[in-house]
């Protein structure tokens, strides 16, 4: 036999042991069914309800938050932002821009956010981890990290809570003066 055909026999035998192994491990249910994950993020969706979103029909930001609801016998409760948009002005490219959201649970039990993402990755929010009582007060921390995105700038960040709907949506926005703009001194 030549080396070529032990060569291709060689990679057969791999690819069919790499399959082997991929299906051992849990690999047919991604590849010809649901895993339970799935199953399950299926049936919190569908007991959750969810209001319409400017984002997508499914209130998603398109590839970053999906299956991202509260899963099904948590307790609901509200929430009220004092601001869901932000206008940072003019900032000159390279600044972190920072905003505080400020919010109330209106709720009758306790708030507990489970994740807040932001839109990309020079976006980032920090929010409180402990539940948040009654008609207790919290705060959502978003840096925009300006670098590398000269002129107009909408960024969002989903919040994901115990609350209906399950997300809610913050806006930080405004117009980021390139580094030859700010040099010049002008806009």
């Known amino acids: 036999m030549d080396r070529s055909k032990k060569i291709q026999i060689g990679l057969l035998v791999l690819v069919a042991a790499l399959l ?12 010809f069914g649901q ?8 049936a919190a969706e569908a007991s959750t309800p969810q209001a319409p979103s400017p984002f997508s029909a ?5 590839g970053m938050n999906e299956g991202t609801t ?6 609901t409760t509200t929430i009220k932002y004092d601001q869901t948009v932000y206008d940072f002005g003019v900032a000159d490219e390279g600044a972190i821009v920072k905003h505080v959201f400020k919010f109330t649970n209106t709720g009758k039990e306790p708030l507990i956010i489970s994740n ?10 920090i929010w409180p981890k402990q539940p948040i009582p009654p008609g207790g007060r919290g705060e959502i921390v978003v840096e925009f990290d300006t670098k590398g995105k000269p002129g107009r700038q ?3 960040v989903t919040v994901t809570a115990n609350t209906i709907p399950a997300e809610t949506h913050l806006e930080i926005t405004g117009e980021v003066r390139g580094k030859e703009q700010a040099a010049k001194g002008g806009k």
């Open 154 to 156: 909408t960024k969002h």
């Open 35 to 42: 895993s339970e994950g799935d199953k399950i993020r299926e």
């Open 58 to 62: 499914s209130g998603n930001i398109p």
């Open 20 to 31: 082997v192994a991929n299906f051992a491990l849990g690999g047919f249910d991604a590849w």
């Open 116 to 125: 807040a993402r932001g839109s990309c990755g020079c976006t980032v929010p």
């Open 70 to 75: 509260t899963p099904p016998n948590v307790p």
